[in-house]
Structure formats: C-alpha cells, structure tokens
C-alpha cells in the first residue's frame, strides 16, 4: 500500500526542509507544491497577467508546460532555478494562487504527480484538496516571528538583502492571503495533526512525524 504524506502550513513553518528530510529517510518521493505556485506566479507576473483576470490567465496557461522530473521542474522545457526562491516570487504566487484557473490548473498536475506512488507533499492544500486520503496528515505551524527570522537567515544565507521587518510584514499579509481565499485556503485539515515547530529543531520535527507515519503507514525505516 502507497504512503501519503501530506504537510500544509504557513510561509517559514519548516514544510520544505521537513518534507525533503522524511522523504529521504523514507526513500520515498517529495513535492514542493508551492514552488509549483512560484514557477506560475513569477510567470504570470513577468507576462503582466491581471491576477483577477481569469480571461488573460487562461490564456496564458493553455500555453504553459510544467514538467517535474527527478526532483526538477521545467517550464516549457526550462529548468527553474533559485530565481522562485525570493520572497517576490512568494508574494506573486499567493497572488495569482488565488485564481480558481490556476489552482484548477496546478491542483491536476499534483494529483497525476502524487497518483499510484508513495509521496511527502507540501504546501498549503495537501491534505484538504490534492490529497485528501493521504493516511498522514500534518499541520505544520509557528509564530510569524519565529517564521520570519528563519526566512530572513535563509535569505541573508543566499547573499540576497532582505529586512527582517518587511519579511514579517509579507509573511503576515500571505498568511492572511492564503486562508482567507474562496478556493482551498490554508485550514487544518479535519484529521491533520498540528505540530508547533517554534521551539523544535527540525530533527525533533521530523522524529515526531515519523513517528505518525511508522504506526500509520507501517513503514519500518
Ligand atoms: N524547526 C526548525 N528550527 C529552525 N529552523 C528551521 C526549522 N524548520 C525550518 N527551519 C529553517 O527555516 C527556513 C524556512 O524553512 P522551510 O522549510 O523553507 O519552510 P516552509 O517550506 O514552511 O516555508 C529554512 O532555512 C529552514 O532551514
Ligand atoms: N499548495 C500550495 C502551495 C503554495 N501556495 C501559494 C501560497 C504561498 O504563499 C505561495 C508560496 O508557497 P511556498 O510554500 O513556496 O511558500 P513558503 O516556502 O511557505 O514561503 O504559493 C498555494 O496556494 N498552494
């Protein structure tokens, strides 16, 4: 039987680092779904698409290709790079993540992804939309504070310039963005476990989850 995985939470809670890691340890594959969201946003934006223009996105997605091979995504044949990783490209992709077109879009492509397979996927609707029988579901939070200067470390790590003020401010107004959108905003799902990662290191995260997936998906690493 394939092990789901499914981890939301909001920006800087340790989603993609705890992910990656328990898919590692699993040997089993890992999707970044909100790189997924930044690869279209930055698009979108680049193509100076209306967010709420359903009309002009459409349009512009009928000719869009996003492939996700080996751990890599392509767009229309493109290996994406760290240019999604700004805290930009996360504004831009809870922007246009708000449009019914694109998560219509995005939402397909995840499924065929985490069909027929055992999968760790992480973003926002994992557990309520593109997963919903995952057997593990976690809820992954922290402060915005905490979220914030761990964001900021990333970045400042990156060699980018970023202040920590306007870190919290971005991170606060996405939150805000992603759950209270109309189309699968960032909720907890109703059989999710939520787990408070401001004062864990991310080995006490992953221990704790694999914990939950050992008894659940009865997997012995
Ligand atoms: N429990 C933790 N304790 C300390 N730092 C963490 C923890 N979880 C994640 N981090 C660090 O915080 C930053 C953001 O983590 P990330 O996994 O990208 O969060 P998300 O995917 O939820 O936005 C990364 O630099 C990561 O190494
Ligand atoms: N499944 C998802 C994943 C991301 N999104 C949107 C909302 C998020 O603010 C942005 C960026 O997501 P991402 O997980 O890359 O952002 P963080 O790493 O958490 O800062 O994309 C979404 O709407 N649904």
Redesign the pocket.
């Known amino acids: 039987m394939h092990c789901k995985i499914a981890i939301d939470g909001?920006?800087?809670s340790g989603?993609?680092t705890v992910a990656r890691e328990l898919a590692k340890r699993l040997g089993i594959e890992y999707l970044?779904?909100?790189?997924m969201?930044?690869i279209v946003?930055l698009y979108l934006h680049n193509c100076g698409v209306n967010p709420d223009s359903t009309e002009e996105i459409e349009k512009i997605l009928n000719e869009v290709s996003i492939e996700y091979k080996d751990g890599e995504y392509y767009l229309n044949g493109k290996k994406i790079g760290d240019e999604i990783r700004t805290a930009q490209a996360?504004v831009y992709?809870?922007q246009y993540?708000a449009s019914p077109v694109v998560r219509k879009f995005l939402t397909k492509l995840q499924k065929e992804i985490c069909a027929n397979r055992s999968i760790v996927a992480?973003?926002?609707?994992?557990g309520t939309v593109?997963m919903p029988d995952a057997q593990v579901k976690i809820f992954l939070v922290a402060s915005p504070e905490v979220r914030a200067k761990r964001?900021y470390e990333e970045l400042k790590m990156k060699g980018l310039e970023v202040s920590y003020d306007e870190l919290l401010r971005q991170i606060i107004e996405?939150d805000k963005l992603?759950s209270s959108r109309e189309i699968?905003p960032l909720v907890k799902a109703e059989d999710a476990i939520e787990i408070d990662s401001s004062n864990l290191s991310v080995e006490e995260v992953v221990e704790k989850i694999l914990e939950i997936v050992k008894e659940r998906c009865k997997l012995t690493r």
């Open positions: 909001p920006a800087g989603k993609t970044d779904t909100g790189a969201y930044r946003g996360g992709a809870s993540g992480e973003g926002r609707d994992i593109v964001r996405r992603d699968a």
